[in-house]
Structure formats: structure tokens, C-alpha cells
């Protein structure tokens, strides 16, 4: 990889989306959704990102990358499934997720080895997701989920989920709690591939739970603190996606 603290990130984000650019068919076909990641991988986007996280001083060379990135490449599609992966799904683990969570599951997602979602959309809450419909019940070992969510960005591709749900019963701010959900959980499943008119190699799927245990660990944070974490990652993605 290229050493970027001696570069212009703008230029060298714009040469590394010309080059992207020339390998990407027009008709934006869906199976180059992997060639690419792996092209971002080979790059080292991930792990330039997850480098330079949150330091002052060096955060606007990742949003300098990122621009030139999309200026080479003339579309967001794929830099968008990329910049979800980071900041919607790395960062709150980051921010919110145990040691224990950290050190075991990080590494694979920071290198872009494996693929991360972010799943907070449903049809009666997209932007109102004070009406999230999604619940969980809370067992002696962990929590059950139930519900389905919409437009959910690499949810075809994605090893593991942010899922956000309420509390079953419970109303308001803080009944909402996250979670991390594999996809080879019992009781979970992905739909098929949403066709779009555009921005194709961001590929979108619904996910549904039904009675979906998920051990204790993967609460993400506190119980009832979801809707502030969601608050605290859309400042950030209004950067970055």
C-alpha cells in the first residue's frame, strides 16, 4: 500500500477512482460488487479508515480520500456500500462495543474481510424511527428479536448487522437497543436483492428476525441507549456517505 501521509489525498483518491472507473461496467452490474470491495481492499481504504479514526488531526485526509474517490470514479455507488461499512457499522462498535466485542470482532471488519450492515429502516420507520416495529424480549442468556427491516445498505453481501429494536411493550427515547446479529443466526434470513435504477453496486436487501436469539455480549452499549447512538453516527455519515 501506498504511503499516505506523504500524498495529496484528493489526488491520490482520484487516480486510485479513475482506476476503479475503467474496470466498472456501465450497466453498473451487481456481481462486480465484490471485484470491487476487494480493489478497495487491496487499496487499503479499511484500513487507512480505521488508522486514522477520530484524530483531529488526520480525519479530514480520509474525507479528502474520499471526495477524490468519488470524483475519479464519476459514482458513489460502491463508495457508498464502503463508507456504510465504515462509519454506520465500524464506528459504533467502536465507540459503544465492549472490549471483549473489540478485540474479537473488529480485526476481520477492519480489514475488509468480512462485510458490515447497518439495519435501522422499516416500512412504517424510516425517518420517524421513533416508530421502529422491530422488539426484543429480554432472556436469562441474552434477547429475542422479531420484525424485519427495509433498504438495508450490503445487506446482501453482509456477514454481520447493526440491528436496532424496541423493547417489547415499551415506548419512547430509550426504549431502543442495538445489537449485533450474524447472519448465520437461527431465525434470520436476508430477501433478495432490491433492484434500483441506480447506484447498483450498493447493493440493498430486507432482513427479517423471527425469534432471533442473540446472546447477552452483542447488546451494543447499554439497553436503551439505541436511538442516541443512531443520533451520534448520522453527524457522522453526513461527512462520509
Given at each position: 500500500?501506498?504511503?499516505?501521509?506523504?500524498?495529496?489525498?484528493?489526488?491520490?483518491?482520484?487516480?486510485?477512482?479513475r482506476?476503479?472507473?475503467?474496470?466498472?461496467?456501465?450497466?453498473?452490474?451487481?456481481n462486480?460488487?465484490?471485484?470491487?470491495?476487494?480493489?478497495?481492499?487491496?487499496?487499503?481504504?479499511?484500513q487507512?479508515?480505521?488508522?486514522v479514526?477520530?484524530?483531529?488531526?488526520?480525519?479530514?485526509?480520509?474525507?479528502?480520500?474520499?471526495?477524490?474517490?468519488?470524483?475519479?470514479?464519476?459514482?458513489m455507488?460502491?463508495?457508498?456500500?464502503?463508507?456504510?461499512?465504515?462509519?454506520?457499522?465500524?464506528d459504533p462498535?467502536?465507540?459503544?462495543?465492549s472490549?471483549?466485542?473489540?478485540?474479537?470482532?473488529?480485526?476481520s471488519?477492519?480489514?475488509?474481510?468480512?462485510?458490515?450492515?447497518?439495519a435501522?429502516?422499516?416500512?412504517?420507520?424510516?425517518?420517524?424511527?421513533?416508530?421502529?416495529?422491530?422488539?426484543?424480549?429480554?432472556?436469562?442468556?441474552?434477547?429475542?428479536?422479531?420484525g424485519?427491516?427495509?433498504?438495508?445498505?450490503?445487506?446482501?453481501?453482509?456477514?454481520?448487522?447493526?440491528?436496532y429494536?424496541r423493547e417489547?411493550?415499551?415506548?419512547?427515547?430509550?426504549s431502543?437497543?442495538c445489537?449485533?446479529v450474524?447472519k448465520?443466526?437461527?431465525?434470520?434470513?436476508?430477501?433478495?436483492?432490491?433492484?434500483?435504477?441506480?447506484?447498483?453496486?450498493?447493493?440493498?436487501?430486507?432482513?427479517?428476525?423471527?425469534?432471533?436469539?442473540?446472546e447477552?455480549?452483542?447488546l451494543?452499549?447499554?439497553?436503551?441507549?439505541?436511538m442516541?447512538?443512531?443520533?451520534t453516527?448520522?453527524?457522522w455519515?453526513?461527512?462520509?456517505?
Amino acid at each position: 500500500m501506498k504511503n499516505y501521509y506523504e500524498m495529496n489525498y484528493k489526488e491520490i483518491g482520484i487516480e486510485f477512482g479513475r482506476e476503479l472507473y475503467k474496470s466498472v461496467n456501465q450497466t453498473e452490474h451487481e456481481n462486480q460488487f465484490y471485484e470491487l470491495w476487494q480493489r478497495c481492499r487491496d487499496f487499503g481504504i479499511f484500513q487507512f479508515a480505521t488508522e486514522v479514526y477520530r484524530d483531529s488531526e488526520k480525519i479530514t485526509n480520509i474525507m479528502d480520500l474520499m471526495y477524490g474517490i468519488g470524483v475519479g470514479l464519476e459514482t458513489m455507488s460502491i463508495m457508498f456500500s464502503v463508507n456504510v461499512h465504515l462509519w454506520a457499522f465500524i464506528d459504533p462498535i467502536q465507540c459503544f462495543a465492549s472490549q471483549q466485542i473489540k478485540d474479537t470482532v473488529l480485526k476481520s471488519f477492519c480489514d475488509g474481510s468480512k462485510i458490515g450492515g447497518h439495519a435501522i429502516s422499516e416500512n412504517l420507520a424510516g425517518s420517524d424511527v421513533f416508530n421502529l416495529s422491530t422488539t426484543y424480549e429480554k432472556t436469562d442468556d441474552g434477547y429475542i428479536l422479531n420484525g424485519s427491516k427495509n433498504y438495508v445498505t450490503n445487506a446482501p453481501y453482509a456477514d454481520t448487522y447493526i440491528v436496532y429494536a424496541r423493547e417489547k411493550g415499551s415506548k419512547g427515547f430509550r426504549s431502543i437497543s442495538c445489537f449485533l446479529v450474524d447472519k448465520n443466526l437461527t431465525g434470520f434470513c436476508v430477501g433478495g436483492l432490491i433492484h434500483k435504477m441506480g447506484m447498483q453496486m450498493s447493493p440493498m436487501a430486507s432482513i427479517y428476525m423471527n425469534n432471533c436469539f442473540v446472546e447477552k455480549k452483542y447488546l451494543l452499549g447499554k439497553e436503551g441507549q439505541g436511538m442516541g447512538y443512531s443520533i451520534t453516527q448520522c453527524q457522522w455519515n453526513v461527512h462520509y456517505c
